[in-house]
Nanobody
Framework: QVQLVESGGGLVQAGGSLRLSCAASGRSFTPLAMGWFRQAPGKEREPVAAISWHGSNTYYADSVKGRFTISRDNAKNTVVLQMNSAKPEDTAVYYC??????????????????WGQGIQVTVSS
């Protein structure tokens, strides 16, 4: 059984920073591509950022480019989303995901087999 546990969410003022972490665990499981998605109330889930297994390839949604940074630590099976210059429109439930088949960074949710429970991020104006 693969588990993804997100942490670090909460409330931040516009212009502030927040750091989301996700730890993947599972017997004999190696997370390949990892990513963050988000879903705001009344909206569809959308990709935010993704990172390849080796960490050298990344994907960012246009709305977060230059503000968010994704990184990973394969020794700990963790992925981190550093959110800077937060905006009210970043308010959403953020989900961590990992693929068991895709190595390269991908913004397509179809490439991710395992998902975390989600964590709330609220940016106040």
């Amino acid at each position: 059984q693969v588990q993804l546990v997100e942490s670090g969410g909460g409330l931040v003022q516009a212009g502030g920073s927040l750091r989301l972490s996700c730890a993947a665990s599972g017997r004999s499981f190696t997370p390949l591509a990892m990513g963050w998605f988000r879903q705001a109330p009344g909206k569809e889930r959308e990709p935010v950022a993704a990172i390849s297994w080796h960490g050298s390839n990344t994907y960012y949604a246009d709305s977060v480019k230059g503000r968010f940074t994704i990184s990973r630590d394969n020794a700990k099976n963790t992925v981190v989303l550093q959110m800077n210059s937060a905006k009210p429109e970043d308010t959403a439930v953020y989900y961590c995901a990992t693929s068991k088949t895709t190595i390269n960074a991908s913004g397509s949710s179809r490439n991710y087999a395992y998902w975390g429970q989600g964590i709330q991020v609220t940016v106040s104006s």
